[in-house]
């Protein structure tokens, strides 16, 4: 693509290169770019990509926009700022392809995963519509599953993945928006027809620093959505209510003022049901997924789907045939009298819904097996202690994905905040031998939750990562002899 092209509707501070250029690609890695291409320089949190803009034009960079040029002469393009800048041009390298579909975008601390991997299954049961997927567990291309490294890709892969949606027939995406993506800039550009927020509770205050940060992020997403639907029970979810300048649509489990709320809730072991009640409407939904925060997820794909106009009944019919998501509230196969369910709380709010869920279905006990990751919030850690040894019966302190932390010391966080609990626990901070231990000591009716890693099949130690899925390991246990 011609640079001037590429360049449409980039605001430039400054250039000196002058004249047209053919372009190769775009690239903002310089271990990843090719001959030709034009290398985007962004500041880091780790580095900063200006220090690599030697080492692209020696890689055969045609064109460098970065924030601030280099002294010596070359080929800058200089820009207010670079991730925006990106952004901008990848649309534009892509063709927008945003603008040829649907595209829905799902923010809150919990819940997201699930309210699109919701989304997608309404879509394509009221609609038959193709559906793209942008998300933690994986990225969809309608059936096709591609693999994802974080929640909301850098803008570049964003656009990238919908323009292989768009031209695979997709006439909708559904994606995360986390709160990082809103603030560096990874979504811009994207007119979401409708936007969906879950709810906020304590995370990311490593990258936030305060909660006011971390709500005002999420608020971002709202000014590029046609339609809000936000929780009325939260109160991120009021505030916002209160000042996004588009129209909204509101959920909640019971304030009448709310467009959609759910009547007679019901909670089953392994679903849930209630009345989902808006304007001059009313219909049961059975959603085989159970939790009481499942009642949150299908509200507001609920009130998503009537944002498109989609009919209640119809809507409803499709959750109902709805599958859960893996890793969340997952119960893992055994051959044994008790159970064993896999979990992504990886938040305090998380852990606390989880593990009051499954109370409620426990004849024995509620067992408790978790640790924090590394190079994350440390302030959430001794709060997820207390949370745990206040609602579990037995808990295993372990490791979840310690990367560059010592897994003692952030174990250590922790149980500073377990107190005088007296509940009783163990501290393995191997996470293998704590899954096998709390395996084999675990009772008739006990529920043993493995909180924390969800469907990841790593752990992250030292920066490597190492293979750990804990349903092969459950698996595993309960193949050898005795262990039954
Ligand atoms: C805090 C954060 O989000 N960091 C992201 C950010 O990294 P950074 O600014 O630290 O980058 P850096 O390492 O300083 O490098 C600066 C620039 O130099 C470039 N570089 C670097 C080295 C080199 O040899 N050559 C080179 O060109 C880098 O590609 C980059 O463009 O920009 C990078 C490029 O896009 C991202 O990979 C990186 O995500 C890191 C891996 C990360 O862990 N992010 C997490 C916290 C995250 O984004 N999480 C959210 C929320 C999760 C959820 O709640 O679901 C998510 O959406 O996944
Ligand atoms: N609506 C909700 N409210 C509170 N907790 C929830 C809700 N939905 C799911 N959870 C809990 O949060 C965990 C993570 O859920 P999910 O993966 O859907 O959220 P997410 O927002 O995508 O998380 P991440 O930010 O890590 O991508 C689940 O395993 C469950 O314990
Ligand atoms: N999207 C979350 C994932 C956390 C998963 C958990 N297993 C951990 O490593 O803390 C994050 O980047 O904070
Ligand atoms: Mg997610």
């Known amino acids: 693509m011609r640079l001037e092209k590429l360049l449409s509707g980039v605001a430039l501070t400054g250039r000196t290169l002058d004249g047209d250029v053919e372009l190769s690609g775009i690239s903002y890695d310089t271990r990843d770019i090719a001959p030709g291409a034009l290398f985007v320089a962004l500041p880091g949190y780790k580095t900063d990509g200006h220090k690599f803009i030697r080492e692209a034009l020696e890689k055969g960079a045609a064109a460098v926009v970065c924030e601030r040029a ?136 490593d990258f936030h620093k305060t909660m006011e940060n971390y709500r005002a992020a999420k608020g971002l997403l709202f000014r590029q959505t046609a339609t809000a639907v936000l929780n009325l029970d939260d109160e991120a979810g009021r505030f916002y209510a209160e000042c996004v300048d588009c129209p909204t649509f509101t959920y909640s489990e019971n304030k009448d003022e709310a467009d959609l709320t759910a009547k007679n809730i019901r909670l089953f072991p392994d679903r849930v049901e209630f009345e989902a009640v808006t304007l001059g409407a009313i219909s049961r939904v059975k959603l085989p997924i159970p939790g009481g925060f499942t009642i949150y997820n299908a509200l507001g794909v609920i009130a998503c789907g009537l944002t498109l106009g989609l009919p209640l009944p119809d809507i409803v019919r499709a959750l109902g045939t709805a599958r859960g998501v893996k890793g969340r509230i997952e119960v893992v196969p055994t051959p044994t009298d008790y159970t064993v369910i896999i979990d992504y709380a990886h938040t305090p709010d998380a852990l606390e819904n989880i593990l009051t869920t499954v109370r409620g279905f426990t004849p024995g006990r509620v067992v408790c097996l978790f640790g924090c990751g590394g190079d994350r919030d440390r302030s959430k850690r001794p709060i997820m202690g207390g949370i745990a040894a206040d609602l579990a019966d037995f808990v295993v302190f372990t490791s979840d994905n310690p990367r560059t932390e010592d897994p003692r010391a952030i174990l250590e966080d922790i149980l500073a905040g377990v107190g005088e609990s007296g509940t009783p626990n163990v501290v393995i901070s191997d996470r293998r031998e704590a899954i096998r231990w709390a395996l084999a000591n675990a009772r008739a009716g006990d529920v043993l939750v493995l909180a924390g890693k969800g469907h990841e099949t790593y752990q992250e130690i030292d920066g490597v990562q190492h293979h750990l899925d804990e349903r092969e390991e459950v698996a595993a246990y309960f193949q050898e002899p005795g262990n039954r």
């Not at 649309?91 to 995963?113: C, D, I, Q, S, Y």
């Not at 919908?162 to 560096?184: I, K, N, P, Q, W």
């Not at 990874?186 to 205050?205: A, C, E, K, S, W």
Request: hydrophobic share 40%.
């Open 70 to 205: 280099p002294e010596e002469p070359g080929p800058w393009l200089t820009v207010a700022d670079a991730r925006a800048a990106l952004a901008a041009l990848s649309a534009n390298w892509f063709g927008h392809p945003a603008r040829e579909m649907t595209v829905l975008g799902v923010t809150g601390t919990n819940g997201k995963t699930t309210t699109t991997y919701l989304l997608k299954a309404m879509l394509e049961g009221v609609l038959g519509a193709r559906v793209g997927l942008i998300g933690t567990n994986q990225n969809m291309i309608g059936e096709k599953s591609l693999p994802a490294h974080r929640t909301t890709p850098e803008s570049y892969e964003v656009q990238k993945l919908l323009r292989e949606m768009a031209d695979a027939g997709c006439t909708h995406a559904v994606m995360e928006v986390s709160s990082h993506a809103l603030v560096l800039h990874r979504v811009d550009g994207i007119p979401f027809r409708t936007g969906v927020f879950t709810n906020l509770t304590q995370d990311h205050l």
